[in-house]
């Protein structure tokens, strides 16, 4: 059976088909500009490829009860010109097929959990660091949402004492995606990240926030696997810091398996940047 995947982010759509392995059988990009330019090519896409269902793994917030009238709704966003849209509606009513929905970070813990690094596990969680900073938790085997969906990246922090950087965040400045994002790196020390390779000192601060967030979300919800995935965490040396940072930050508190395994308990995304794509499969699955 062949199944449809959308991962609609702030820069792209990825549209997708794939199979009820997660294989991905083949994928375009479009650029994500208002609806009215970019959602004719996506439906173009999707029309004839027979698709039995699909997924939208989606940039939020976005509405997720099934029993408010906005379900389907991206709601208030910085992208402007997406806010109030109906995705799920247009694209139910454009295609006639089942659709299923969630986060982008949440599609991204789906597809880890179903075909990647955290397979077979109950209580996973997974953080994207680039451009944002987002969240999403499996708790005894259900992905989480409850009010909305957990906004994990503005979480607030204790600044380090050196850190004279005010934050991006322009809600709450000082939280993590204000402090540790990527546009917050290059705010902060005058280069976007890929140019700061050799500079210790971004990458022990770095290392420092993401660090303190872990050990809080370890205490909170208390996961058996964190994956780590987004561009940010593409600078590899920044795993081994966090690990490190971690354990300082639990200060031998919490005595378990995982955490003295910490190496294979803080780990990178395990599906070659596809495990969004792969969790739209999986969301597409499930809703057929």
């Given amino acids: 059976m062949i199944y449809g995947a959308l991962e609609a982010g702030g820069t792209k759509m990825v549209c997708a088909i794939g199979d009820e392995n997660g ?7 479009v650029p994500t500009k208002n609806p009215e330019d970019t959602m004719p ?40 010109m997406w806010a109030g849209y109906d995705i ?24 880890e959990v179903t075909w990647g690094a955290a397979k077979g596990l109950s209580d996973v969680l997974y953080i994207t660091i680039g ?12 992905v989480v949402h409850g009010m909305l969906h957990p906004e994990l990246g503005h979480m607030r922090l204790v600044k ?9 965040c322009p809600f709450h ?12 790196i290059e705010a902060r020390w005058g280069a976007p990240a890929r140019e700061l390779i050799d500079k210790e ?32 965490m593409h600078v590899e040396k920044l795993f081994p810091m ?3 940072k971690v354990l300082e930050n639990l200060n031998g508190y919490l005595v378990t398996k995982e955490l003295e395994d910490i190496d294979n308990y803080i780990i990178p995304a395990g599906l070659n940047d596809d495990q969004g794509i792969m969790g739209a499969i999986k969301l597409a699955m499930d809703a057929g």
């Fill in 160 to 168: 380090a004492e050196n850190d004279l950087y005010e934050g991006k």
């Fill in 23 to 29: 294989k991905i059988l083949e994928q375009i990009s």
């Fill in 88 to 111: 799920v509606g247009v694209m139910k009513e454009s295609l006639k097929v089942p659709v299923g929905f969630d986060t982008d970070v949440n599609g991204s813990l789906i597809g």
């Fill in 131 to 142: 451009t944002g900073v987002g969240g999403g938790i499996l708790s005894g085997g259900n």
């Fill in 173 to 184: 400045g000082t939280c993590l995606e204000g402090l540790a994002a990527g546009p917050a």
């Fill in 242 to 244: 966090i690990r490190k």
């Fill in 41 to 80: 090519a996506i439906i173009d896409y999707f029309k004839d490829k027979n698709i039995a269902a699909l997924g939208i793994a989606c940039f939020g917030p976005i509405e997720l009860d099934k029993s408010s009238p906005d379900y389907g709704h991206i709601q208030k966003t910085p992208k402007l």
């Fill in 201 to 232: 000192e971004v990458w022990e601060l770095e290392s420092y926030y993401i660090a303190q967030a872990l050990a809080t979300l370890i205490l909170t919800i208390s996961p058996k696997k964190i994956i780590l995935g987004g561009g940010v």
